[in-house]
């Protein structure tokens, strides 16, 4: 926020206040959405290097269909959601946590690719609120 002088009769004090500290909440809001934006983003860069071709997917489609969705739930209600698109996203519980093989003898070894995309996105997230509110 710049510092403008200028001169505001008493009569015109609240709404100038109120102005300042309106525009100084929506600047405050749209760097809060680029924290969350890269947040997601870390986490989807971070669950594609943990998961790779070999971990029991035949194609890179898994990989492929992670995507971030991110809108305006409503007026300061922001997400970004990280998630895998259809058809793929049945693959990802048994990925995360194991299964049994197909002969039903012995399990696979778990992938944790979305628990470590969670931690790198709060990582991500609590390092730009703090260079955002000095923190």
Request: aromatic share 8%.
């Amino acid at each position: 926020m710049s510092a403008i002088k200028r001169e505001v009769k008493p009569e015109k004090l609240g709404e100038a206040l109120s102005e300042i500290l309106t525009n100084w909440a929506d600047e405050q809001e749209k760097e809060f959405v680029k924290a969350i934006d890269a947040a997601a983003e870390a986490c989807n860069e971070k669950a594609k290097q943990v998961l790779y071709k070999g971990h029991g997917i035949k194609s890179g489609n898994y990989r492929n269909s992670f995507t971030v969705d991110s809108n305006w739930k409503a007026r300061h209600h922001y997400v970004a959601r990280w998630h895998v698109k259809a058809p793929h996203y049945r693959l990802t519980h048994l990925l995360e946590y194991g299964h049994l093989t197909r002969d039903g003898t012995s399990r696979t070894k778990p992938v944790e690719h979305v628990k470590y995309g969670r931690e790198i996105a709060e990582k991500v997230l609590d390092e730009k609120l703090k260079g955002l509110w000095n923190g």
